[in-house]
């Protein structure tokens, strides 16, 4: 029996977004500030679905891609423009433009994003970040708080480094092994 309904939930759902596939192709396009809302607080991503903003749960299987999630996302690879909450990605987490929350998997990015929150992984990168990074590659351009790594480096950073590699390029000592500290970014008039 749960075989059955496990069969008919995946079938209505590959439905409903091939109908939904087939009426955005038909449909002229809108713009940007009139994006289509889901209307269920889960929303089932097969394939990137730019224009949808998801409030809620969104699942990836195997890839989505949409323009906002606020809540959970779940899955293999997910990526958006604007994220805020918990995003749980085996392969990879990816906020283009503003991250606001926790990413777990191992290829994390918030590479042209702003990032306030937490990156939990093998590899993780932020254009500018205020938290923390953990894992084993740590990368920012501009960045206050924490990297926990095997490798971590900023070009300009306001808190600590641990790790086997710590590079903070604008600090004193721009290379230090085990712990680095930096605490000239706040000077910085750009910051």
Known sequence: MKKILVGFCVAVSCAAAMAQEAGTEA???????????????VWLAFNSTKDIDVAGLRITFPYGECESVTGFDLGFFGRCRYFEGFQLNLLRNDAKDSLAGVQVGFYNSAGRADMMGVQVGLWNEARSFKGMQLGLINLTDTGSGLQIGLVNRAEAFYGFQGGLVNVIRENDFAFLPLLNVGFDLWTDPKF
Not at 27 to 41: G, H, I, N, V, Y
């Open 27 to 41: 449909a002229a396009p809108q713009p940007a500030s009139q994006l289509e809302q889901p209307a269920w607080p």
